[in-house]
């Protein structure tokens, strides 16, 4: 699958600090639409075979799903790629081990999720922003293994800490060991943490990246996820990451928090000390934004049907486009004080959304509202989890209605682009399909003797 040209060249930085390192393996990544890693190991030597000038990977990760299974036409051809020299970090399940993002340079350039985040922090840079983010994840932990869930059908599992109750001081001491080494892998693999424990409910676990760039954010939280998931097996768990893993559990949350900053001084833009809430017009502008385009453009965050099973009464995700001042029941909940922190949490998107187009979705559609000067809707008063106003904006009910808004969205063309959203929308539309034709164990319990 790789080109057969003669390689030339890899950037020099990146072989200076390969060799500094004294690497003798590196990991090559490359993100894909649903924010998974594919990856090639390589010795630094044979980088440039893929990777260099000449090199080429083949097409088809743009071609294929989450179960690679080929939907799209070809030609399935080698196309360029290109490293990026500044994602090197260890690699931590392997000593004298490094890994580095890469992406399609060529045609499929316009397709990859992370091409498309670059695309917008460019235009923030354009404005005259720096931007900050972070994402926070909720995870399940399940005592099986992929061997044990298979034996069971997908159905019936153990839970890992069953005891526990969120936030709980005795369940943190109980599973210290686990979350000190997890701690310890994602913090060799240069994943930034702010928070890592035991939240809601039987074995439900949290953790909390920590804020800074939009890239390098997005990379620590793919690899957050990635790391999480393979620390869990190569401890005889699984982490599950699916938004509702079924109705016992939870809706897990993958929250994207971000700000946006003066890129000359570094003055955060979300505050102003002169207004009464210390809301800016930079945040006011921007949140109006993302709760404008939010009802046609979920699905760039939601993009699995799995996604929109969370969204349902009894879990506390919201249901409605809407705002407010530190309200944990909306969609967009503002933190204006203290300026050192201002920032807007987009509450919308599960723990399996794609942090690329999390990310991408929360500030293309705040630069929209800040460049179109946006008028911001009143806050929703008061409200709970399952408070939905009859006069607030509502949202798509699955991924097949999501994707349909989506495609007619001039607006998300606009910002994402024609190439991307066809794209997108025909993959989402497909993904609808396949799950569509598969029936439950409790969908046949309900209905096969009743209908």
């Not at 897990?252 to 102003?272: I, P, Q």
């Not at 967009?332 to 300026?339: L, Q, S």
């Amino acid at each position: 699958m790789t080109g057969a040209n003669t390689p030339t060249s890899v950037s020099e930085d990146l072989t200076e600090h390969l060799a500094e390192r004294d690497v003798r393996t590196v990991h090559v990544v490359i993100p894909d639409l649903d924010g998974s890693l594919r990856e090639r190991r390589l010795a630094p030597a044979d980088l440039a075979a893929v990777f260099g000038d000449d090199g080429s990977f083949v097409n088809v990760l743009h071609k294929w799903d989450t179960a690679d299974s080929v939907y799209r036409d070809g030609p399935f051809v080698g196309e360029a790629m290109q490293l990026d020299p500044a994602s090197l970090r260890d690699y931590p399940f392997e000593d004298n081990a490094a890994l580095v993002f890469a992406d399609y340079a060529g045609v499929s350039a316009p397709l990859s999720p992370r091409e498309v985040l670059k695309t917008q922090i460019a235009r923030a840079d354009a404005m005259g922003y720096a931007v900050k983010t972070a994402l926070e994840f909720e995870f399940i932990v399940i005592d099986e293994t992929g061997e044990s869930m298979r034996g069971k059908g997908w159905e019936g599992f153990d839970t890992y800490a069953v005891d526990n109750r969120c936030w709980s001081a005795q369940s943190a001491a109980i599973y210290a060991d686990l979350v000190a080494e997890l701690e310890t892998v994602l913090e060799r693999a240069g994943v930034g943490l702010f928070g890592l424990g035991l939240e809601l409910g039987a074995g439900c676990f949290e953790g909390t990246l920590r804020a800074t760039d939009a890239l390098r954010a997005a990379d620590d939280a793919v690899l957050f996820k990635t790391f999480t998931k393979a620390f869990a097996r190569r401890n005889g768990l699984t982490a599950s990451f699916m938004a509702q893993l079924s109705a016992d559990f939870p809706g897990l949350s993958g929250h994207v928090h971000l700000s946006l900053a003066d890129k000359e001084t570094g003055r955060n833009l979300f505050h102003d000390a002169a207004d009464g809430d210390g809301m800016s017009a930079v945040m006011r502008h921007g949140i109006a934004g993302l709760v404008n385009l939010t009802p046609d453009a979920l699905a760039l965050a939601a993009h699995t049907v799995n996604a929109w099973r969370r969204l349902t009464p009894g879990n506390w995700a919201p249901r409605t486009a809407t705002w407010a001042i530190q309200n944990y029941a909306v969609a967009v909940r503002a933190v204006p004080v203290p300026e050192a922190a201002a920032r807007l949490e987009y509450r919308l998107p599960a723990a399996d959304t794609n942090p690329y187009l999390a990310i991408a979705l929360t500030l293309g559609a705040a630069l929209e509202g800040i460049e179109n000067a946006t008028e911001l809707p009143a806050p929703m008063a008061g409200g709970g989890p399952d408070d939905t106003p009859e006069d607030m904006p509502g949202l798509p009910h699955d991924l097949l209605e999501a994707a349909d808004r989506l495609d007619a969205s001039r607006k998300a063309r606009a910002i994402f682009g024609d190439a991307f959203i066809d794209y997108f929308v025909a993959s989402r539309r497909r993904e609808e399909a396949v799950l569509r034709r598969h029936v439950s164990a409790f969908e046949r319990a309900r209905y096969l003797e009743a209908v």
